[in-house]
């Protein structure tokens, strides 16, 4: 069979459908997504114009899709592949992967999600190493929650699609202003997001002193479309101000947040979290949070 790479800067409508198709083919036989959020964002509406793509064709059929995104200069490219299970065990994600680096110049983050033993396995064979983990967690909504109280001074309300989008972006920069992704987030990262089906105001909680957004917790609701499992709550972003860390106020705003989701009759509720981030898997941990699975970065210099 004719196998072949292109390679793209822009995929036309006809291309997107394809690659949707063969991620939706991979989370139901993996029972977890092959990219991440910031991936399929890029897929549906267009994101940075350096990004790239690599597309592998068995035939007229497409077998493979690489998303490589060149953004940062200090870290590396990043980037994250995926194989129609129709078309695995044939070389196609090696061969794919090879066209990766080629492209980056052999540098190279590369995300695997779920801990998939296949994609660790090319990984290792590419001379990749694992650099970075994070914790999928997880609780039963059932559980007991718990109370929370407000540092004093503080008040708590929903986000205001309307007048709170830029004093959010300025808020979740602080809060996250040493975080490799989060912290650089833009305005137009906003707007996306709240083109999403899943995006709902009513569960976007801000943490206010006076008129002055010191924190929030953006609850999420998925499980529907591009992923594996049925509706399940999720603690999508938590961050506070530097100047409120310590007291108490990201504990307070998860657990609102919680209380929330349990609300809306879901059974279940998830997080991300980075494995080397000890306090704040204590802190969900404490919480009643255990760990489900882990999406793994590999890295080749």
Known sequence: ??????????????????VLDVVRAATETDGVRPLNEHVMLHLRYGGDERAGAVLLYA????????HVD??????????????????RRRGYGRRLLEAVL???????????HGGHPGAEALATAA?????????????????????????EGVRLRTFDPETDREAWVALNARAFMTHPEQGAWTLEDLKRREQESWFDPDGFFLAVRGDRPVGFHWTKVHGEGDHAHGPIGEVYVV????????????????????????????????????????AAVRLYERLGFTRWN???MFQKS
């Open 59 to 66: 035939g007229d059929e497409l077998a493979g899709y690489a």
């Open 294 to 296: 882990t999406d793994v």
């Open 127 to 151: 001379g990749l190493v694992k650099v970075r983990s994070l914790w999928q967690m997880r609780r039963p909504l059932d559980a007991p929650i718990g109370e929370y109280e407000l540092p």
């Open 239 to 278: 961050g506070v101000d530097p100047a409120e860390q310590g007291g108490g106020l990201g504990r307070s705003l998860t657990l609102a947040g919680l209380a929330y989701l349990r609300s809306r009759g879901l059974p279940q509720v998830m997080l991300y979290v980075d494995e080397s981030n000890a």
């Open 1 to 18: 069979m004719n196998v072949r790479v292109e390679h793209r800067g822009h995929l036309d409508q006809a291309e997107v459908a394809a």
């Open 70 to 87: 060149p953004t940062d200069p200090v870290e590396g490219p990043s980037g994250e592949l995926v194989v129609h299970p129709g078309h």
């Open 102 to 112: 080629e492209r980056t110049g052999g540098r190279l983050r590369l995300w695997a």
